[in-house]
């Protein structure tokens, strides 16, 4: 079975300094990994998704994430942090076979000081 | 296009009573999906429609849950009797086709069991 694991429970950066949020997954062949955002009381939304293409993976807001096969990881970047990034995020592998679902991790809760 | 509709957003209840949540996918959305998340855990699936039938319900625990989609549309998850350890957010996903790998969520039903 497909897993991820996210290194940091939480993160906390200044405004205007990079994120750097960490997953590694574990997977038997190539997998689709995903990076979803959850603000308080809304719901999970998109921001990239890796499926075998290109390695970097730009998303929504200044996001991006690079798929490093040799290291297992799916690691999330943003350059600049704004306060509006506060948020939960999920990185989330695809189980593909009979099953098809989404499996997410532990997440990580990003804090941003002013 | 609108997205997916869940109701109500919180609900309380005390233990050993029943509760239902509604959802309404994407318009055309063939895969529908239920969530379960418990505070500070990331999402675990409960169960997976295809149209109206069930595609994965492995997750689901079918002593006190039970989910149903019986036009293709809309779909409603029911606990009963509710547990202490069923509070979490119920999430409500839905995708295009099966294989899509990308799916798009609801805001969620907060349930709080007493």
Not at chain 2, 41 to 69: C, H, M, T, Y
Request: proline share 5%; with cysteine.
């Amino acid at each position: 079975a497909q897993s991820v694991t996210q290194l940091d429970s939480h993160v906390s950066v200044s405004e205007g300094t990079p994120v750097l949020l960490r997953c590694n997954y574990s997977s038997s062949y190539s997998p689709s990994l995903f990076w979803y955002v959850q603000h308080p009381n809304k719901g999970l939304q998109l921001l990239l998704k890796y499926t075998s293409a290109a390695t970097l993976v730009k998303g929504i807001n200044g996001f991006e994430a690079e798929f490093k096969k040799s290291e297992t990881s799916f690691h999330l970047t943003k350059p600049s942090a704004h306060m509006s990034d506060a948020a939960e995020y999920f990185c989330v592998v695809f189980q593909g076979g009979g099953r098809r679902a989404l499996t997410f991790g532990s997440g990580t809760r990003l804090q941003v000081q002013p | 296009e609108a997205g997916v509709a869940q109701s109500p957003r919180y609900k309380i209840i005390e233990k050993r009573q029943s509760v239902a949540f509604w959802c309404n996918p994407i318009s055309g959305h063939a895969t529908l999906y239920w969530y379960q998340q418990i505070l500070g855990q990331g999402p675990k699936l409960l169960i997976q429609f295809q149209n109206n039938g069930v595609v994965d319900d492995s997750q689901l625990p079918k002593d006190r849950f039970s989910a149903e989609r019986l036009k293709g549309v809309d779909s409603t998850l029911k606990i009963q009797p509710a547990k202490l350890e069923d509070s979490a957010v119920y999430l409500c996903a839905s995708s295009p086709v099966t294989g899509e790998e990308t799916q798009y969520f609801g805001p969620g039903t907060r349930l709080l069991v007493l």
